[in-house]
């Protein structure tokens, strides 16, 4: 380990620490950035704490700090779990490249976040949406095709972005979705997703394709990739036209199609494959079945409440 009374480059360390996200771990780009703005945050700190860096410098007393400035910035408890979690990433390089012998970011507690269950779409308002497209608009088969593809396969809106063509296997029923922190997992397509896919294919190829999008499967009337942005504009444009007055994006889409499995039965552990989770806790807030309907199936099932006649 070098001396903590040396120095180390702010630059040098938060290279190594990207360069460690990318190549021992695997983790996504937006996954990386955010995890290097969490430590280049905690670099500034410690930095101004001290006149200068070096991993050695950062304590328990110090980490704790670092939190309640977060906290008195005003900035709210899930992003300051989020940030802490990148904190932590950052202290597992620095232990693997022996910058440190020990860890003080296993001590440091993350504040108290509350789940907040994300709002859920009906059918009846997914099939209003898709029913507001306007069959006028050049973009109506595609935008169509979007709709059916987030909603029937539960994909993040990253994944339809960057849904390739090659990895589409429409006679199959099935796609090749390539996932958080450069995971692969195959995702069953539903029939009306395959079928506004299988109608929106021609019209893709009358467009001038650039060579970005020769194996993007969704594109702007220009021929390159769709953006995440663009995605966000037409999943409000369509809820507005629609009426649906829930605070929705793209994202909601895919809670919905989780939501909607579990209700029909579906088992956990297949939602989880399906979306992708590597924890089974980040699937189980689906789990948000309407008390009064839990009620009543326990009053229909449950072998204590029986009408029967009592000894």
């Given at each position: ?11 040098r ?5 990207d ?23 905690l670099v500034?700190?410690i ?17 704790t ?26 202290f ?5 490249e022996?910058?440190?012998e ?8 993350g ?19 898709i029913e ?9 088969q595609?935008?169509?095709?979007i709709?059916e ?50 109608a ?16 993007i ?35 909601t ?6 939501t ?15 979306l992708?989770?590597?924890s ?32």
């Amino acid at each position: 380990m070098i001396e903590s009374s040396s120095e180390i480059s702010p630059v040098r360390i938060l290279a190594e620490f990207d360069a460690y996200l990318q190549l021992e771990r695997g983790l996504s780009a937006n996954t990386r950035t955010a995890y290097h703005d969490d430590a280049a945050k905690l670099v500034d700190f410690i930095t101004t704490e001290h006149s200068r860096f070096h991993p050695g410098l950062i304590s328990l007393d110090s980490l704790t700090a670092f939190a309640a400035g977060l906290h008195d910035l005003g900035i709210s408890s899930r992003s300051q779990a989020r940030i802490i979690s990148g904190i932590k990433a950052f202290f597992r390089f620095l232990m693997a490249e022996k910058y440190v012998e020990s860890n003080p970011s296993l001590l440091l507690e993350g504040p108290r976040t509350t789940r907040k269950l994300p709002d859920v779409l009906s059918v009846a308002e997914i099939d209003a949406m898709i029913e507001a497209i306007d069959p006028k608009s050049a973009e109506y088969q595609r935008n169509r095709a979007i709709m059916e593809t987030l909603y029937g396969c539960g994909l993040r809106v990253s994944e339809l972005t960057e849904l390739r063509i090659s990895r589409t296997f429409l006679d199959e029923r099935y796609l090749l979705v390539h996932g958080k922190g450069d995971k692969e997992r195959i995702v069953p397509m539903s029939d009306a997703a395959v079928n506004e896919i299988r109608a929106y294919l021609p019209e893709r190829e009358r467009l001038k394709i650039k060579t970005d999008g020769r194996d993007i499967l969704f594109l702007n009337r220009c021929g390159h990739p769709l953006t995440r942005v663009m995605i966000f504009y037409i999943i409000k444009r369509l809820a507005s036209e629609a009426g649906v007055t829930k605070n929705i994006s793209p994202h909601t889409l895919r809670h919905s199609f989780a939501t909607h499995l579990l209700e029909g039965g579906a088992n956990l552990r297949a939602i989880q494959q399906m979306l992708g989770h590597e924890s089974i806790t980040t699937t189980e807030i689906y789990i948000h079945i309407d008390r009064s309907r839990l009620r009543e199936e326990i009053i229909a099932h449950h072998p204590r409440n029986s009408h029967q006649g009592t000894a």
